[in-house]
Each structure stands twice: as C-alpha cells, then as structure tokens.
C-alpha cells in the first residue's frame, strides 16, 4: 500500500503541478476528470443505480465546470438554476421514481460541481497559480508530513488534526490575500477563511 502511495505521488503530483501551472483547458481537464471521479464515489455511497440520471449528473457536471470555466460566477449559476428546472421536469416525467434520486443528483451538483468550479476562477485570477498550489500544499504536507492526531476516527480514518488545521490556515491566507477582489475588507477575508474551511470540513465529515 505505502509503495503505490509513493509510486502515485512521483507520478501524479508533476502532472498536477503541471496543470495547475499551464492553467486554462489543462487545468479544466484535471477538474473535469477529479470531479467524475468524485460524483462516481457519491453515487455508490448514496446506491444511485439509475443508468439515466447517472448520465445526466455526469454530463451536467461537465457542462456546468466548462461554463464556471468560460462564463464566470453570474452565468453558472443562472445555468445551475436551468439545470436545477431540467432535472426537476424529468422526474415528474419518469414518475413515481423516488426523490432521493433527483435530490442525489442535485447535491452532486452542488457539491461536486460548484465547489471544484471555484478552483477554475481562483487559478483565471492573478497570481492564480500560487493560490491553487498555496492550498493544495498546505493539505497535502500537513496532513501527510505532520498528520498524527486522527480528526474523526470513527468517520473518517485518514483525516488528521494537522490536515484539518492546515486547510484553515491556508484557507485564512488565501481568502486575506484575495479579499479586495470581491470587494470587501482583508479581516473580513481572514474571517471567512476561517469559518468556510471549518465549514467545508465538516460538510466532508458528514459526507464521509
């Protein structure tokens, strides 16, 4: 186990620097790729075996990242509430197939898609490169290098205190750094830095 985990690492962690660092159609094909990786796990966890929504979760979240990718924030989420209509008209169509098949594609959506999206807007920013590799170094070693104290045991074994803290901390950064983009104070970043990764942990939490 340990000497594939070596062996993905040589491997894998060049390329993603790579795309991380070329940006554009690269970097969107890494996204597109994580993210059906991503939604192919919540969907066995959530024992969605529907061929049909399947397909249409799979495609509506390659949709969705290429427009986050091309259009921006204002047009994803005009397309989301689109896509949102879409998927509600086809289950009163196909009725009496039950809800937690449309609500699982929707969270997919919304978890999957949307969230990996914000990665393609930080990496279009300025100084994009350093952002993105700011918070996947800060994960990845702390929890790796430094990761001993187990977060949740129980839940999820391989998340750790060190992991955990180290996402906030770059989350702080991160958000202080960016903050005049989005027009407000860089405390009020540092804040929200702070209160959306602990969000977004326990969000993955409960997931898990």
Known sequence: ???????????????????????????????????????????????????IFRII?????????????????????????????LINSLWVITFPKAFNTISSVIWGSLYISTLLGF???????????????????????????WGKRKLAPQVSPKKSLEGAMGAVLASAVLLYLIAPYFGFTRPTGLLLGVVLSIAGMLGDLSES
């Open 1 to 51: 186990m340990l000497r594939k985990r070596i062996l993905a690492a040589i491997i894998g962690a060049p390329l993603v620097l790579l795309t991380v660092w070329y940006g554009d159609w690269y970097f969107f094909a890494l996204l597109l790729i994580l993210s059906h990786f991503a939604l192919t796990e919540i969907y066995r966890l959530i024992d969605l075996n529907d061929r």
């Open 57 to 85: 979760g799979f495609v509506g979240n390659a949709g969705l990242l290429l427009i986050m990718f091309r259009f921006g924030l204002s047009i994803y989420f005009f397309a989301l509430v689109i896509y949102f209509i």
């Open 119 to 145: 990665f393609l807007l930080l990496r279009n920013m300025e100084n994009g490169f350093q952002v993105v590799l700011l918070v996947l170094l800060a994960v990845f070693f702390c929890g790796t290098a």
